[in-house]
């Protein structure tokens, strides 16, 4: 089977480059499963449940999040009742929604979808590692076929972690930098793995942020609220295929598009 999964959507811009640019990447490499990291798709910052549904229309299966989840206020009390919709798992008890999913894709094969968050320059939440130990020994009963899209800053624990998890999963895909790296490959264990997927969003732009206003605040360190970037886009993604059987990957490919 196929998994495409995207990296951070950011904004209008990034919106439009999906509903522009997914239809015709599925068709192309004929894509079972579409994943999309959604956490800055309203504005930039967070995602409502409007957004959800327009994601879920253009065809993204399952959105995953990271530390920008709650941004829009209104979307704390919905997020429990959209299942498609992830927060990183390893949050402590109590916190609304869910960290993982089984998800029936098109080819009738189940594949179980992991959201984690990194804990190095990031929020004190629980031990990514063992979290994802625990999750992935109970998902392993129902299905070989397991993606994880680890929400991180620092390259050495992403990596650390893809190692940590060769052979226990299909692939473990970095989220939050909005920058895509060029080491992608499946590691000795057969498991698939890029550091970050990168973003979908302005391509001029710090990160999916207007220029300027991140200029100016280095100059000046002035608080301000931040805008996205307007003009062309970037669809940054990576195509997983994977064995239906065993869950290890077969080959790994790199997307970047231009939009429009």
């Not at 264990?189 to 207007?210: C, F, H, K, N, R």
Request: proline share 4%; glycine share 10%; charged share 20%.
């Amino acid at each position: 089977m196929k998994v495409l999964f995207i990296g951070d959507i950011v904004g209008k811009t990034g919106r439009s480059a999906i509903k522009a640019l997914l239809p015709s990447v599925v068709n192309k490499y004929k894509i079972d499963l579409v994943i999309a990291n959604g956490e800055n798709a309203a504005g930039g910052f967070g995602i409502t449940d409007k957004i959800t549904d327009e994601l879920f229309a253009c065809g993204v299966h399952v959105i995953t999040t990271g530390n920008h989840v709650w941004d829009k206020k209104e979307f704390i009390p919905q997020i429990s009742k959209i299942d498609r919709v992830l927060r990183p798992l390893n949050y402590p008890p109590g916190v609304p929604g869910y960290g993982s999913l089984l998800y029936s894709a098109s080819n009738g094969k189940k594949v179980g979808v992991i959201n984690l968050s990194g804990r190095v320059f990031m929020s004190n939440v629980d031990c990514p590692f063992r979290t994802a130990k625990e999750e992935v020994n109970k998902m392993r009963e129902h299905t070989n076929l397991i993606v994880i899209d680890f929400h991180a800053e620092a390259t050495s624990e992403k990596i650390a972690f893809g190692y940590f998890m060769d052979g226990k999963v299909s692939a473990v895909v970095g989220t939050h930098t909005h920058v895509q790296t060029a080491d992608e490959k499946i590691l000795p264990g057969g498991t698939a793995y890029l550091t970050d997927v990168g973003m979908t969003g302005p391509a001029v732009s710090v990160i999916g942020i207007d220029v300027d206003q991140i200029i100016h605040r280095f100059l000046t360190n002035m608080p301000m609220r931040f805008e996205t970037a307007r003009g062309e886009g970037i669809f940054s993604a990576i195509v997983i295929e994977l064995d239906d059987e065993t869950g290890k990957a077969q080959a790994v490919q790199r997307l970047q598009l231009s939009y429009p």
